[in-house]
């Protein structure tokens, strides 16, 4: 047995993620360290499994999050931090050497709550990290721009864009709104 990673005094036994895949567990911190080809062979296995409808409506669950970097138990290297969702700073960690996650205690709760625990395997692709940091940019725009207009003026706005954007003639359109005298001849 090898020695836990992110407490480094429990020692990963080998266990069950609620019975379901294999798994490492902590005996010191209870977290977990699981290979995605395991969840992936119990997903192939299970095709027709779903996780309970109530437990995505749990919004008050809360996982540890260790901050500072720790090392791949199978390869010794330093994991990568991989965002869950673009609305948490929450992050897993993950080993692209060995394809491991490492779920610290309450993590697993955490990602049955948001809906993403049938999803693990996505999680740590090149696309779900793309699309959550376009999401965090539109979020960090949306902001500005709410900064900049107000609430009620910014909801206007976006009402009015989409309008615009849908319009066949929005060329135009867009050329007398921004003409200072759109009846004169002058430029």
């Not at 299970?46 to 791949?72: H, M, W």
Request: hydrophobic share 35%; net charge negative; aromatic share 10%.
């Amino acid at each position: 047995m090898k020695r836990c990673t992110s407490c480094k005094e429990g020692l990963l036994e080998l266990g069950f993620i609620e019975e379901l895949f294999r798994a490492h567990i902590c005996s010191s911190c209870g977290g977990s360290w699981i290979l995605v080809e395991d969840y992936l062979s119990w997903k192939r296995q299970n095709p027709e499994y779903q996780f309970p409808d109530e437990l995505k409506a749990t919004s008050n669950v809360v996982g540890e999050d260790s901050k500072r970097a720790i090392l791949c138990p199978a390869s010794g290297a330093i994991m990568q931090k991989l965002s869950i969702m673009a609305g948490s700073e929450h992050r897993l960690d993950y080993s692209p050497a060995v394809g491991g996650i490492w779920l610290d205690k309450g993590e697993w709760e955490l990602l049955k709550s948001e809906g993403l625990a049938g999803s693990l395997n996505f999680l740590v692709t090149h696309e779900w990290q793309k699309k959550i940091r376009e999401n965090r940019a539109q979020e960090t725009f949306s902001e500005v721009y709410r900064g900049k207009f107000g609430d009620e003026l910014y909801s206007k706005v976006k009402e009015i864009r989409e309008w615009l954007y849908s319009q066949e003639k929005k060329v135009e359109i867009l050329a007398y709104l921004t003409a200072e005298d759109p009846y004169s001849a002058e430029r």
